[in-house]
């Protein structure tokens, strides 16, 4: 292989890492810093370079921690881990309550589902339009839904979220499979900018008082 051949390679090469867009860490892995808690009361914490949710007893919403920048088009990565039982979900392109029309925090959102149902890696929007991928949580959306991703979901241990945003289509992805792949056509409705969110879900069930779900890594790709 010459030595001419060798140089164009590396030019190449050179250019193709140009023009990919950077990616931006999320969280520092020490701080909140860049974050902000938004409509429940759940206790949020930095432990061992990860952001710790914790169901806490007496709230009567789901709590979630937003990032101050809003994103529109992007490539998102994060990895999770979830206690058995409980429910969460990484919001993205998501928007606070407005006091009128949206009482509640609402928008997409990436389901973290450790329970039988096996609906991790569904799409969601909170406080609105309710599921997307798969169409229902129960009956046979659900068990389809389950019967062929449930088995991604590696319970007590990290899993990898991969969310991709562009325009109107969207897609989940856990531990590198394809979970959701969506396009929203609702012009007048979708968000098309917004924050990303770690939610923890409100319950009154004491059984899961102190359970928790950490999240580590997370980092965005922006592509607008």
Known sequence: MNTRFLLLLSLFATAVTAAEPKWTSLFDGKSLRGWKPLQGQAKYEVR?????????????????????????????????????????GVQFR????????????????????????????????????????????NGEPQKAFAAQHAGEF????????????????LKTLLNGKLMADYTDKDEAVRIKRGFFGLQVHATKNAELFGKEVAFRNLRVQKLD
């Not at 169901?55 to 994103?71: D, K, R, Y």
């Not at 389901?111 to 609105?128: A, K, M, S, V």
């Open 94 to 137: 998501s928007a606070p309550p407005d006091g009128e029309k949206q009482k509640r925090v609402y928008g997409y959102q990436f389901e973290i589902d450790p329970t039988p149902r096996g609906l991790t890696g569904g799409l969601y929007e909170e406080g609105r339009r309710g599921w997307f991928v798969p169409s229902a949580n």
């Open 48 to 88: 061992d370079g990860a952001i710790v949710g914790i169901i806490t007893e007496g709230v009567p919403v789901n709590s979630f921690l937003a990032t101050e920048e809003l994103f529109g088009d992007f490539n998102f990565e994060c990895e999770f881990k979830a206690d058995a039982g409980i429910n969460s």
């Open 154 to 169: 590696k319970l007590g241990q990290w899993n990898k979220v991969r969310i991709e945003a562009r325009g109107a289509h």
